[in-house]
């Protein structure tokens, strides 16, 4: 089945500076790379996806990049604000019956 | 437009019990998949339901089982409660006609605390 490795499991960084979180993944049938921010007590929250037909997409402080040949996608995450601050998890999905199988997370902290 | 939403929002339970927890889908949604998301751990695909039936399950044993409703309302159903199904338990609904796979949009959960 699916593997998907996530780094790094925590980030640090200054408010106005950049993150980048990093996944790979495993099933080269995976066609689907959705990111979600999740905040302490509640559910996941869909941020931004990428189809393998793309490379890349934006919408406005976030953008998600794949490299299919090289089985990883990114996040990136431009201006960091202190409402930033959450667990980001990364999820890649290609099974006939859509279910997504997750990293492990990466505890983002902006400090302003 | 109303999300998912999911009750009860915390359950307390002992080892042995069983355990109902529900899920409204978000409007317009036919597609409800389960996750059990462990403390510090991404979430861990249970099952999912379209159209009332069974599409799909992951690795977890039969004592976790589930139900879709006409208006794609959902429930999971655990037996015999272990120490180990202590988790956040997350329904995710999808839009129909979005291509697949298709998104997925998370309810806030409900926490399950097995003593």
């Known amino acids: 089945g699916e593997n998907v490795e996530q780094h790094p499991s925590t980030l640090s960084v200054q408010e106005g500076d950049s993150a980048v979180i990093k996944c790979t993944y495993s099933?080269?049938?995976?066609?689907?790379f959705p990111w979600y921010k999740q905040e302490l007590g509640k559910g996941p929250q869909l941020i931004i996806d990428?189809?393998?037909?793309?490379g890349e997409k934006k919408d406005q402080r976030i953008a998600v990049t794949l490299n299919k040949t090289a089985k990883h996608f990114s996040l990136h995450i431009t201006e960091t604000q202190p409402e930033d601050s959450a667990v980001y998890f990364c999820?890649?999905?290609?099974?006939?019956?859509?279910?997504?199988?997750f990293g492990k997370g990466t505890m983002l902290l902006v400090s302003p | 437009e109303t999300g998912v939403t999911q009750s009860p929002t915390h359950l307390i339970k002992t080892r042995g019990q069983q355990v109902t927890l529900r899920c409204s889908s978000q409007?317009?949604?036919?597609?409800v998949s389960w996750y059990q998301q462990a403390l510090g751990q991404g979430p861990q695909f249970i099952f999912q339901?379209?159209?009332?039936?069974?599409?799909g399950r992951g690795n977890f044993p039969p004592r976790f089982s589930g139900l879709q409703f006409p208006n794609y309302s959902s429930e999971l159903n655990v037996n015999a409660l272990e120490l180990d199904d202590s988790a956040l338990y997350l329904c995710?609904?999808?839009?129909?006609?979005?291509?697949?796979?298709?998104?997925?949009?998370f309810g806030p959960g409900t926490r399950l605390t097995v003593t």
């Open positions: 995710a609904s999808s839009p129909p006609g979005q291509g697949v796979p298709y998104e997925q949009y």
């Open positions: 099933d080269s049938a995976s066609n689907y």
């Open positions: 990428i189809r393998s037909n793309v």
């Open positions: 999820a890649a999905s290609g099974s006939g019956y859509s279910t997504l199988t």
């Open positions: 409007s317009g949604h036919n597609t």
């Open positions: 339901y379209y159209r009332e039936e069974e599409n």
